[in-house]
């Protein structure tokens, strides 16, 4: 979606959110409309799924673009975190509090940080999201866990896309 695009749609309230009993930071906080925010909500726009949006908002700290007509949510980022970062491998493998794939042969690929990052990870048996929030998706599907949850697969999936 391009900035004059979002101009002639009436989508232009933009509000900010803290987790339930948070507290805001003392440090200054990146303005809300600044032109990375809106280009990173602009890019998204409508094609963010809700529970992609829930997953952003229970991270905290995330900027929503929201349809004053309707009152609906149609897009989350995190300001937490720079916009657009990649998450970053871990090396070697997998910690406790990163994303984690590991494949039928037992490799792991581990991410740490904030973001997207899409690829080809071959014959991923295992995922787990490490201490946030995170969303996987694959040839066939998606699927978003909490902290602490594990997914196994049936059979071996190709991943194509994990953010958090």
Request: proline share 8%.
């Amino acid at each position: 979606m391009t900035r004059t695009m979002l101009a002639t749609v009436p989508l232009l309230l933009i509000t900010t959110a803290l987790p339930s009993g948070a507290v805001p930071s003392t440090e200054a906080a990146p303005p809300t409309t600044s032109a990375g925010v809106v280009s990173a909500l602009e890019q998204i726009g409508r094609t963010q799924t809700a529970s992609d949006i829930s997953a952003v908002r229970a991270a905290g700290g995330a900027v929503l673009l929201t349809d004053p007509d309707t009152s609906e949510v149609v897009a989350a980022v995190s300001v937490e975190t720079p916009l657009g970062r990649a998450l970053n491998p871990v090396t070697p493998g997998c910690s406790t509090t990163s994303l984690c794939m590991r494949s039928a042969a037992n490799v792991p690929y581990g991410y740490s940080g904030a973001g997207t990052r899409t690829g080809t990870w071959k014959n991923i048996a295992q995922m787990a999201p490490g201490d946030r929030r995170s969303r996987f998706e694959w040839t066939s599907g998606g699927l978003t866990l909490a902290p602490g949850e594990t997914n196994i697969f049936g059979r071996p999936v190709t991943m194509k896309k994990i953010s958090r």
